[in-house]
């Protein structure tokens, strides 16, 4: 059974930052790309960063280049997402999501339905 479990939300002030981790099981780790999306309250689900199977090469969104970096420890099965500066239009629910190869082929690596698998999300929330 695979299982994506998220760590690391929390409120912070505005500038501030934030590690967050999620901890891969039940998937050959080393075989899957890693993305991380976020949803704002009554907004859409939207994509924010994702790595490849050997973690060489990051995609982001626009808004996020420059503060945020995604990075993955195959050791330990765990995807990072280190976010600084943080601004209060980062507030949302943060969600990582693994692909196979074949998936993220399907659709663009911006959509949800290039990934397979989807953890339940940890809570980031930024004060003005």
């Known amino acids: 059974q695979v299982q994506l479990v998220e760590s690391g939300g929390g409120l912070v002030q505005a500038g501030g930052s934030l590690r967050l981790s999620c901890a891969a099981s039940?998937?050959?780790?080393?075989?899957?790309?890693m993305a991380w999306f976020r949803q704002a309250p009554g907004k859409e689900r939207e994509f924010v960063a994702a790595?490849?199977?050997?973690?060489?090469?990051?995609y982001y969104t626009d808004s996020v280049k420059g503060r945020f970096t995604i990075s993955r420890d195959v050791a330990k099965n765990t995807v990072y997402l280190q976010i600084d500066s943080l601004k209060p239009e980062d507030t949302a629910v943060y969600s990582c999501?693994?692909?196979?190869?074949?998936?993220?082929?399907?659709?663009?690596?911006?959509?949800?339905?290039?990934?397979?698998?989807w953890g339940q999300g940890t809570q980031v929330t930024v004060s003005s």
């Open positions: 790595i490849t199977w050997s973690g060489r090469t990051t």
């Open positions: 039940g998937l050959i780790f080393s075989t899957y790309a």
């Open positions: 999501a693994a692909a196979t190869s074949t998936s993220w082929r399907r659709a663009s690596i911006t959509y949800s339905i290039a990934y397979d698998y």
